[in-house]
């Protein structure tokens, strides 16, 4: 086939086997070299960690690290930078080396030289080539390739590239069986579900479900999909039910914030997304908003105005505030407390019976709270200033001339930032000298509508009001009313009167 015929206008989505150095950007957004190269550094650094980050447990014995490191070695791990990649147990092995040794900058790759870029026309041609007979082999394209061309790519390259394309190999996918964790807090699943339209305004549910027990372990209704709704669930989930092994989670745009990437590093959380068009292992969170749809969002019924109890239709609201009110009641009362089908046992149970004998891990509140703090980098004038978000800080006059990074409250752009040398060492604090904005823009939507709990952080549980509403359950055998669930105001006659039947009784 001429190679006159492959257009070249097509952009390249292959990801070579190992990562080059970044090239230079257009002229039209010039950016310096050491610059990119630092946060690409930085990107390969955390996927490493991610990888490592069971394998390089202290707690594991050389016979365990091995099994688990010739596992990792045989899997294909999503690349940062666009398709998946395989590491030799080598690798690996060298990895958790350079952790135990030097930290995270001991998995940032070392710089070296420019190395071989497979040409976008190349590999385009070896698309051409593949989709007009699917049966060819990379073997038999590569030798189609270095006879026209008079040399070719490897056959490695060129399946790691198919697969990117999506485009089959010929190669049986592995069997995917139900899969289940031993324990509770060994992973923890996220999604986010879109809900109804409240004052105008779409509703979105972040949900995290424990794999072992399907416990819910962080679950609240926001107007926006994004990283400060999402910073807003997780947090109390973490000081609450402690810090889980794996959070895997989907590639929406709050998910792969590196916000969220900041929070697993900092915490030693092992960051997970699913490949795209593969949702292996996400059927457990599936199901549950299934269950949210069918079992919670059919009762409930959205008004312009607030209604008396028991004037409508099932359970009626008219602000976020009833509906995360409602559905805290619900998942407390009744999810939590209904038999699973697979495990046989409620949610609650099973999460109860798997600390026994082991007790969650916890990290200060402290600690939590620094790892949702956000971080951008900026480099430091020759007055020793920098600019965030258009505010004017001064630094360490030590630092003039360097690249810094800058850890801040989003909310409060006012305070005194802590800064860290570009070797990840604290040096001092970034004051302010000229403010423009005193809330990130992210945070200020949030701080704007009426999502209140996107900036203050409470679990929404009102406990003695759920108590009280079963007692009277019990009592009067009446199915439990949500829509009195969520009502701030109570009848106290009916309260007294259960209590004296009771005294009766």
Known sequence: MPLALIPEQRPETFVAADPPPATPAPSSAPVKGPVKRSERAEQIALFRYQLIREAADDQLGAKARGVMVRALATQYHP???GGTKRFSRESIDRWIKAWKKDGFDGLKPTQRAQG???????????ETLKREKPHRTAAQIKRIIATTLGDAPSETTLLRHFRSLDISTGVPGAATGRFETEESNEIW???????????????????????????????????AEDTVRLAAVLRPALQTHGIPRQVYVDNGSAFADKALQRVTAKLGIRLVHSAPYRPQGRGKIERFFNTVTQQFLGEITVTNQPSLPGTGQGSEISTLQELNALFTSWVQVLYHRTIHSTTGQTPLERWDASWVKRTPVRKSPDQVSEAFLWSEKRKVTKTATISLLGNTYQVDPVLAGTRVELIYDPFDLAAPIAVHSHLGVPAGTATLLQIRRHVHPKAKNAAADRDAGAQNVSTGIDYLRLLEDQHKHTMSGAPISFEKLATPSRNTDTAKAHHRQENTL
Do not use: C, N, Q
């Not at 870029?117 to 190349?122: A, F, G, K, Q, Y």
């Open 189 to 223: 699943v996220g999604d986010a579900l879109h809900g109804p339209r409240i004052e105008g305004r779409k509703t979105y549910l972040f949900a995290f479900l424990d794999d072992h027990s399907r416990m819910v372990v962080a679950s609240r209704w926001a107007f």
């Open 79 to 81: 690349w940062p930078f």
């Open 116 to 126: 071989p870029i497979t040409e976008p026309r190349v590999l385009l041609l070896a």
